[in-house]
């Protein structure tokens, strides 16, 4: 467990409470560590992560939680780059796993839209795209300046993204798998994704297989999200169409997430930010980092127990025992405290 900053830290307190009830409901035990790295760790003594940080969280834990993470006493957010990014790249997590589900009506902003249309997942590429950090800065801060910023797709990342995209289908009962690209102006990197989703989707006939630009697709989930099942595209696009799909399941405190390597320790997280104006005056929306504990539970092997998370916090939204952002009138505590409540009388 990693609380991180701001309402990270008020959000992962309420993710552990439904953690402990499964547990106590259950019987089944689990040993939860909490981790101080964040912006008050590096700012006491100048780490962000300690030499063996990566090599710890590969070889002794069987998952990662984190709340959220961003200080402005540190505008490089050089903690938040080396504990978030850092781990997913020194882990290799190379799915940035999405689910968009919307759990009541009355929370899409869509008109004439519900829970029926919007039920989908968000394979986005992980480790490579333009977030790696190629490309440098040539007479910054003058007006000759230039700025170069390389996006890197190589066929062992490209092809195992929509691998695993094909193979969530087929686990989960989907008919269809999207990938979205924009080939037609970035005809290099992007001629890659074309050609190796040609190649995959050739070896799972049984789905369906389809395509279309980034920009077509983003109006498309506005227009009709119901048409989409599993969508695969690269981490830029990816990064941008999963806020999107945050919107339309209620907002960013509904939305949780997985940097996943399929078999190996992998990290979960709410996809807000750390909101530090808002740190411990009890107002986050806490459902973010409660479902983010479901998955990692789903993740682990542990489907039974996550079925249980995801069933109070549907019970919580259907109630109106939620937080203001999503029709409720609770705060980020009494909103952990019910859906605690409603695991273990479940």
Same mark, same amino acid.
């Given at each position: ?159 195992? @993204? ?83 799909? #945050? ?25 807000? #930010? ?13 459902? #973010? ?38 029709? #409720? ?13 409603? @695991?273990?009388?479940?």
């Amino acid at each position: 467990m990693i609380p991180g900053d701001g309402i990270g830290k008020d959000v992962t307190t309420e993710a552990v409470k439904a953690l402990n009830a499964v547990s106590d409901a259950t019987g089944k035990a689990l040993t939860l560590e909490m981790l101080p790295w964040g912006a008050d760790y590096y700012l006491e003594t100048g780490i962000t992560i300690p030499p063996n940080g990566y090599d710890m969280l590969r070889d002794d834990f069987d998952a990662i939680l984190v709340g959220a993470l961003g200080d402005p006493r540190i505008p490089d957010m050089r903690h938040a780059r080396d504990i978030l990014l850092g781990t997913r790249f020194e882990l290799d997590l190379y799915v940035n796993y999405r689910p968009v589900r919307l759990l009541a009506d009355h929370l899409c902003p869509l008109k004439g839209r519900g829970v029926k249309d919007v039920n989908f997942v968000v394979f986005r590429e992980n480790t490579e795209g333009v977030y790696v950090g190629v490309g440098g800065r040539f007479k910054a801060g003058t007006t000759d300046e230039i700025a170069v910023q390389e996006e890197i797709n190589t066929y062992k990342g490209v092809r195992r @993204i929509i691998v695993a995209a094909f193979e969530h289908a087929v686990a989960a009962g989907r008919a269809q798998v999207c990938m979205a690209d924009k080939s037609n102006a970035m005809s290099h990197g992007h001629a890659l994704w074309q050609r190796v989703f040609r190649e995959v989707s050739a070896e799972y006939p049984s789905i369906e297989a389809s395509h279309m630009y980034i920009d077509a697709l983003a109006m498309s989930m506005i227009k009709d999200p119901s048409q989409f099942q599993v969508i695969v595209t690269n981490n830029l696009f990816g990064d941008i169409i999963t806020d999107l799909g #945050g919107a339309l399941q209620g907002g960013l405190g509904m939305a949780a997430s997985g940097n996943i390597h399929p078999g190996r320790t992998s990290l979960f997280e709410p996809v807000h #930010g750390s909101a530090p104006k808002y740190a411990g005056r009890n107002v986050a929306n806490p459902i #973010g980092a409660i479902l983010s504990s479901a998955l990692m539970l789903e993740t682990i092997g542990w489907r039974d127990e996550a079925a249980k998370i995801e069933a109070a916090v549907s019970a919580a939204v259907a109630a109106s025992e939620v937080t203001k952002d999503v029709g #409720g009138s609770l705060g980020t505590k009494e909103t952990g405290d019910w859906i605690a409540g409603y @695991i273990r009388k479940n």
